[in-house]
């Protein structure tokens, strides 16, 4: 295994790929990158789906069978996409076993049509749980203000999520208190709490490149406002996953929800390309990075232990300093969630015209 990435993860930072397609399935390269490079996770959203589907001829003969047997656009990019996601469960299922179902996850995003529907989200989440059929599967859910009852639900009944399109600091508490009062319903109901696990993914090159951009060119501050972002939501992930109320329920067995760095390929060039992974180096949490980022570590990633604790006061003071030049954080992290959920639902709308295009020519 390279070095570098083996000193990421004796670090503590779990390596996941944020990319799945049919052709990295077939072609032994998502294999490869878990035999070689370290990886234990893969993550997939909708503008992942909606690449892979456009420029994917892997895809032509279930597009076939699926049109043949009469399954309209919906049903087909379900079945497309939950064959790719069930296909890399059983590639990571050698990880989910030695890890002891702390790694070897594949995750599958909710229609984000569904992100402000929490019903909506339960009933798809339990759809994907049964298609998919794999122990190692996480459903990934919006950390929407529906989105947390929904995630209380859908781990209430045993079943494992990854909360996504994290910003803030206060949905973040939500979503940790959301997964804890899960964990306490599974509980009550007598489920094995040790087979329920979650990540928490808490978004970070977005955060830089709207403050950044308020910022303007050449400011001190360019590049400081993720990272401490970041940080502070460890110290509330530490404070959370430490108390009193977490710690009856891990004497029962329960898994803490890790946080997950997502975003973590550097938008602008003026930036490190590893910033976001060898700055964010903290134990029990997940970097899930694309293959770029994930290369650009292997080659050069600096990687100098524990970057995260003990930051807290410098990170407050940064987040201070950004208020002081008139950003404000509530307004950034509100607008990037609502970018966020557009972004996927426009995706979406893409991948459904892609897959309809597809099946008039099958």
């Known amino acids: 295994m390279n070095e570098r990435l083996k000193a990421l993860a004796d670090a503590g930072v779990s390596i996941w790929l944020d990319d799945l ?30 690449s892979a589907l456009a420029k994917g001829e892997k895809y032509e003969p279930q597009v076939k069978e699926l049109k043949a047997a009469g399954a309209d656009v919906d ?5 497309l996409t939950t064959t790719d996601v ?8 050698p990880v989910f076993e030695a890890t002891g179902g702390v790694d070897g996850r594949v995750s599958i995003e909710v ?49 494992s999520v990854n909360v996504t399109l994290i910003f803030s600091l206060e949905r973040y508490r939500g979503v940790m208190d959301a997964y804890i009062e899960g964990l306490e319903q599974a509980a009550a109901a007598g489920r094995d709490l040790s087979e329920i696990h979650s990540v928490a993914s808490f978004f970070v ?21 993720a990272l401490a972002n970041a940080r502070l939501a460890y110290e509330a992930y530490e404070e959370v996953f430490g108390s009193d109320r977490f710690k009856a329920l891990e004497a029962k067995g329960a898994n803490a929800q890790r946080p997950l760095w997502a975003s973590t390929g550097v938008k602008d060039p003026a930036l490190p390309d590893t910033l976001y992974v060898t700055e964010l180096v903290a134990p029990n949490t997940v970097n899930t990075m694309p293959e770029k980022t994930l290369e650009a570590v292997a080659d050069h990633g600096d990687i100098l232990g524990d970057r995260v604790s003990n930051t807290y006061e410098e990170s407050r003071d940064a987040i201070a300093a950004l ?40």
């Open 86 to 93: 069930q296909n890399g469960c059983d590639i990571l299922a």
């Open 323 to 362: 208020e002081r030049e008139g950003i404000s954080y509530d307004e950034v992290v509100k607008q990037l969630e609502d970018e966020g959920l557009e972004k996927f639902d426009a995706s979406w709308t893409e991948l459904l015209a892609t897959v309809s295009a597809e099946l008039d020519k099958a």
């Open 205 to 225: 090159s977005r955060v830089d490149t709207e403050v950044d951009k308020r910022l303007g060119d050449d400011h001190p501050l360019r590049g400081t406002a």
């Open 75 to 79: 049903h087909t990019v379900f079945e």
């Open 111 to 159: 229609d984000p049509g569904k992100a402000r529907d929490t019903e909506g989200t339960i009933e798809l989440a339990h759809r994907l749980w049964e298609r998919v059929s794999r122990p190692n599967l996480l459903i990934k859910i919006p950390a929407t203000l529906e989105g947390l009852p929904a995630i209380t639900a859908v781990i209430a009944e045993g079943i």
């Open 21 to 50: 397609s049919r052709e990295r399935i077939e072609s032994g390269n998502l294999a490869e990158l878990v035999a070689d490079k370290g990886v234990v996770g893969v993550t997939t959203n909708p503008s992942i789906f909606a």
